[in-house]
């Protein structure tokens, strides 16, 4: 299987306050890595340092395609925590659009291919009966299922996903667990979570982290007896 992303020991800090160190992670094609561990230790900078949003003090990140490695890759990322002005006048379809901005020239119409995953991930993130509705008026659920959207229609290689349990609501949680796999079949996928109950169901690795790297395995080994003796590496309250 060919890797997409190889991070080869990793330290990453904010001014002289080292946030990851030594961290090697490896992301395969198709892969589906869940990433977990405490609050504040390090799995938003892990992201970071993956979107070129904060470069490492030591060791490297490689980007891969095809067995070559190249400078970039598409990835889709969706925040844990996203600020968004709702009196902006933009409706539902518009906003999962701007997800294809960069494939189209300035103050040209999107093609017909386009307005087609358009259409298609605005009935995929069950949104149809309001694709013309201002974000204004929609629910925090449903402004955060626009803002997936946003991040999936550029079919992107990698789809980075922050803290999911803290934006999907109830009623859309089994859909959105069905849209995952759906996604997983084209896309590689990185979950990032404390909760236990969200990533073990769904994800074929996890990686443990808490400033390094505790471990890296299949999900057929990462068993519940695991967690128990990593107490102090992961938050178990919710699990």
């Known amino acids: 299987m060919n ?15 080292a946030v990851l160190q030594d961290v090697t992670v490896t992301l395969f094609e198709h892969d589906f890595l869940g990433i977990i561990g ?11 340092v993956i979107l070129g949003l904060l470069r490492p003090v030591a060791g490297a990140i490689r980007f891969y395609q095809n067995g070559r490695e190249v400078p970039s890759l598409n990835i889709g990322y969706l925040p844990q925590a996203n600020q968004v002005d709702r009196k902006f006048p933009i409706c539902v379809r518009e906003v999962i659009a701007s997800g294809l901005a960069a494939e189209k020239p300035w103050f040209r119409p999107f093609s017909r291919e386009q307005n087609r995953r358009i259409d298609d991930v605005v009935r995929q993130m069950g949104l149809g009966a309001l694709a013309g509705r201002p974000i204004g008026e929609l629910s925090g659920g449903q402004l955060q299922r626009v803002l997936l959207g946003r991040s999936i229609v550029s079919r992107p290689q ?21 849209l995952l796999e759906e996604i997983s079949k084209e896309s590689a996928v990185i979950l990032v979570s404390h909760d236990m109950r969200m990533v073990l169901p769904m994800v074929k690795h996890i990686a443990c982290v808490n400033e390094t790297l505790r471990y890296h395995v299949p999900t057929d080994v990462f068993t519940k007896n695991q967690l128990e003796l990593d107490k102090e590496w992961v938050d178990l309250r919710r699990y």
């Open 158 to 178: 990698v789809l980075i996903l922050d803290e999911p349990s803290s934006y999907v609501d109830k009623r859309f949680e089994s859909h959105f667990n069905g």
């Open 38 to 48: 405490p609050n504040g230790g390090g799995k938003t900078t892990l992201l970071k």
């Open 3 to 17: 890797k997409l992303i190889a991070i080869e020991h990793v330290t990453a800090a904010y001014g002289q306050k």
